[in-house]
């Protein structure tokens, strides 16, 4: 069948292209019905079936045979080891674990913070939840103890599950006492903590709240698989937003199972005994999809890679990975590519790849000299794909398990089934081909997508569904060309995308209007060679201070690596008299963007004094930007 066929299918019977998706899937009770729209203009699917999502990732592979498969491999070229886990290995842990967890008292609809880096035990700790229907949140390693924290306080963890520390090339990074003063700093406390002790530090456990990793599971009886309602939770997983506080996705149980594993074979290409491959952080949407659960769904291998694209030891880091084993479908960041053109831009260190059917971006924008680059030396198709942490899936790609449609530069290609996207103009009407818009989904958006925030359904409906009734709002601007391709150009909000990490330029601001010299702040981002953006911070001073601009600037970058973290990699801020603003005190961030690109831009109407202008480009040109 065609992808034109498959789409259409889809849209005639929407109910019945889930439902058939859903025969990929074990049930402990077979849904009557995919969509549930009594609650629209919230939805969700499946809503009266019983499922377990770890049975479908791990039990059912042992059952069918393949127990003596590998399951997961973990690489680590920053600790130099490697080590395979089977599937009857991986059942026996994380059933042991669940186990554990059990005993402690952990039930179905507990949360649990996960706050791990890229180990397989972080992988047994997100299944050993799935298991017993917990509910689990993996906070990024990157991150800060404040916004640990503040996740802490949201989701009100019953337990956190975290490794004494995480290695990044340059630096062992402390989680243990991040953890420590996250838990110090939040108003609610865990019952208990599992510190999984890695022998790069071994971290001081806190007598009565803190068990090690192994005692804990010592003499524990392995627990069975928890069946659970179909729209019951199966993980929280916080985004940016255009304010401080971080949105609590919920991703609902049965729609994630049946939608990942249908993008598998529809997309990936991939099947039970495949190698996949996502080089990203389990931190991540992608990581939850991609390196947990949807390869582990359909009985593929996995890949966990604790490592970089350069430097551990060099840019032929992912190709080694590839060849060593046997990796089918690979994902990355354009920006990760990007590192490794910037080493070897010849592709001098890329060997032959011959188990590689096609090299998967997403992320951000991948930009055409980074495909082009990938196209030549990989000598495989690239596929750009478009999603986000609320649809934990690709909205838009090249269905290579269907059709390799023809590829157009610079878009992510077409809509997949399930996602019916249009772009809109202010008023909220669909415009012509080629027309930049804002990027909207028409309701009911497809299983495994969002149904809510946690905590904040209130949000929700404001942060998506309020603005263009009917519909879903991405955040993203762009058009859809004559052909029905898709291009995304940027977004509609105040989130950046630094080296595919999403980051919210609020956030950022509420850190740095917290300095006790700081008036008034901006922070915008600027288009950065390696990293697509990077954050950039303008900050007025109060009237009495005459401190050095360059110590305030420093405490600045200080205070937010400390309160967001290092991920969010802000590094420059400059000192003006004002901001622009428009008459009625709107910050005018998007002409300044356009200015330290060096792009075109005009003259807002409604700005309150042009005169400002200059000032902030000569700014931007002390740091270097503004060229042009
Ligand atoms: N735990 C703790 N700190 C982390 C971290 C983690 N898991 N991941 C990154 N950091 C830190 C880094 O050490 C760095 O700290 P520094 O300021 O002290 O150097 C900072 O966060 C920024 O990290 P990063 O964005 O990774 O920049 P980099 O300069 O170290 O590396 C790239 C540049 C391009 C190699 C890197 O960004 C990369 O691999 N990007 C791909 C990202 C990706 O796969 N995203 C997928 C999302 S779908
Ligand atoms: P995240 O939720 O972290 O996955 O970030 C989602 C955002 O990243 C999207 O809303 C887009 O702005 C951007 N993004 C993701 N994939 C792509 C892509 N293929 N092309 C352009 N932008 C992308």
């Known amino acids: 069948m065609s992808y034109a066929q498959v789409y259409g299918q889809w849209q005639q019977d929407p109910d019945g292209f889930w439902l058939s998706a859903a025969g990929g899937i074990d049930w402990v009770k077979r ?91 972080a992988l047994e700790a997100m299944l050993a939840c799935a298991r017993l229907g917990a509910i689990h949140s993996v ?41 420590d003063s996250a838990i110090e700093q939040a108003t609610h406390k865990p019952d208990f903590c599992v510190i999984f002790q890695r022998e790069q530090e071994v971290a001081k456990l806190t007598e009565g709240r803190d068990h090690a990793w192994h005692e804990f599971q010592y003499g524990v009886e392995p627990v069975d698989c928890t069946p659970v309602e179909g729209n019951h939770p199966a993980y929280i997983l916080y985004t940016s937003g255009t304010t401080g506080a971080p949105k609590g996705v919920v991703r609902p149980t049965a729609g994630h199972l049946v939608a990942l594993n249908w993008t598998m074979r529809a997309i990936y290409n991939c099947g039970a005994g495949d190698v996949f491959w996502a080089a990203s952080d389990v931190g991540w949407v992608v990581g939850h999809s991609y390196i947990c659960y949807a390869p582990l769904i359909a009985g593929c291998t996995t890949v966990v890679y604790e490592g970089k694209p350069v430097g551990t030891p060099d840019a032929a880091a992912f190709w080694r990975v590839i060849n060593e084993h046997k990796v089918r479908s690979f994902f990355t960041a354009p ?203 303008f900050l007025c001073l109060n009237k009495g201070s005459n401190r050095p601009h360059d110590e305030v600037v420093k405490e600045c970058v200080k205070l937010v690596r400390d309160q967001i973290g290092p991920v969010a990699d802000f590094k420059r801020a400059v000192v003006v008299d004002r901001l622009p603003k428009t008459r009625s005190g709107k910050i005018l961030r998007g002409t300044m963007v356009k200015i330290a690109d060096g792009q075109p831009w005009k003259m807002p109407a409604t700005i309150d004094d042009p005169a400002i202008l200059d000032e902030i480009t000569t700014a931007l040109q002390s740091l270097g930007l503004a060229k042009g």
């Open 335 to 537: 920006t990760a590519l990007r590192a490794i053109k910037r080493d070897d831009p010849d592709g001098k260190l890329v060997p032959k790849l011959p188990t590689l059917q096609a090299l998967y971006l997403a992320g951000e924008r991948a930009d055409p000299d980074t495909i082009h680059w990938a196209q030549n030396h990989l000598k495989v198709p690239v596929i750009d794909h478009w999603w986000q942490t609320e649809t934990g899936y690709a909205i838009a790609a090249n269905p290579l398990g269907i059709e390799h449609l023809p590829v157009k530069i610079g878009s992510p290609s077409v809509p997949m089934p399930g996602f019916d996207v249009q772009v809109l103009d202010e008023g909220g009407h669909p415009v012509s081909p080629g027309t930049l818009g804002a990027i909207a989904i028409k309701l009911p958006l497809p299983p495994g997508t969002l149904p809510t925030l946690w905590n904040a359904e209130d949000r929700f409906r404001k942060s998506y569904l309020n603005h263009f009734p009917g519909y879903y709002e991405t955040g993203d601007a762009g058009y859809i060309d004559a052909d029905g391709y898709l291009y995304i150009m940027a977004r509609t909000d105040d989130v950046i995308n630094v080296a595919g990490h999403r980051l919210s330029t609020g956030a950022m601001e509420e850190v740095l209007a917290a300095h006790k010299d700081v008036a008034e702040c901006a922070v915008i981002g600027v288009a950065d060679d390696l990293k697509g953006q990077s954050p950039l911070g």
């Open 139 to 179: 906070v990024f390693g990157g991150f800060a103890a404040h916004e640990l924290a503040v996740r802490i306080d949201d989701c009100a963890p019953k337990a956190i599950i975290a490794a004494s520390c995480g290695i990044e090339p340059s630096r062992v990074v402390h989680y243990k006492p991040l953890l």
């Open 31 to 121: 849904p009557s019905k995919a969509l549930d729209d009594s609650r629209a203009p919230l939805y969700e699917w499946f809503t009266d079936a019983q499922v377990n999502t770890c049975w479908n990732a791990v039990d059912r592979h042992v059952i069918a045979g393949r127990g003596k498969q590998p399951a997961i491999i973990h690489d680590s070229p920053v600790t130099g080891t490697k080590h395979v886990i089977t599937y009857a290995e991986l059942q026996d842990r994380v059933s042991r674990l669940a186990g554990a967890l059990k005993a402690k008292g952990i039930c179905k609809g507990d949360r649990v913070i996960i706050y791990m880096p890229m180990v397989p035990e």
